[in-house]
């Protein structure tokens, strides 16, 4: 069982960038594999990023949505028990509650299917 709770949101002009960030409790952190995801008003939720950190030489890798490739980076502190979204140039479409998600079970994040554990999530509004 982990708890995830999400930190960061807020407002911000387009072109700018913020930083979320996700806490979570509980035991075994470092062997979940991580995502965000996001839902805008009137639509599903949405893949953002995901983020595996497995294997023998536990190498760290990720996968992002189109929409948001090369603009967002997801990293990992498994000493912090913490994940980050960094959105860089950042646009009006990309205002969303923003959720952090985990699997026990998939190495591979991609949709709402995979995931066991959500956090409450926050709000990202980017103005225009």
């Known amino acids: 069982q982990v708890q995830l709770v999400e930190s960061g949101g807020g407002l911000v002009q387009a072109g700018g960038s913020l930083r979320l960030s996700c806490a979570a409790s509980?035991?075994?952190?470092?062997?979940?594999?991580m995502g965000w995801f996001r839902q805008a008003p009137g639509k599903e939720r949405e893949f953002v990023g995901g983020?595996?950190?497995?294997?023998?030489?536990?190498?760290?890798?990720?996968n992002y949505a189109d929409s948001v490739k090369g603009r967002f980076t997801i990293s990992r502190d498994n000493a912090k028990n913490t994940v980050y979204l960094q959105m860089n140039s950042l646009k009006p479409e990309d205002t969303a509650v923003y959720y952090c998600?985990?699997?026990?079970?998939?190495?591979?994040?991609?949709?709402?299917?995979?995931?066991?554990?959500w956090g409450q999530g926050t709000q990202v509004t980017v103005s225009s």
């Open positions: 509980g035991r075994m952190f470092s062997t979940y594999t």
């Open positions: 998600a985990a699997s026990d079970n998939s190495d591979v994040i991609t949709t709402t299917s995979d995931i066991d554990y």
């Open positions: 983020l595996t950190w497995r294997g023998i030489s536990w190498t760290e890798s990720t």
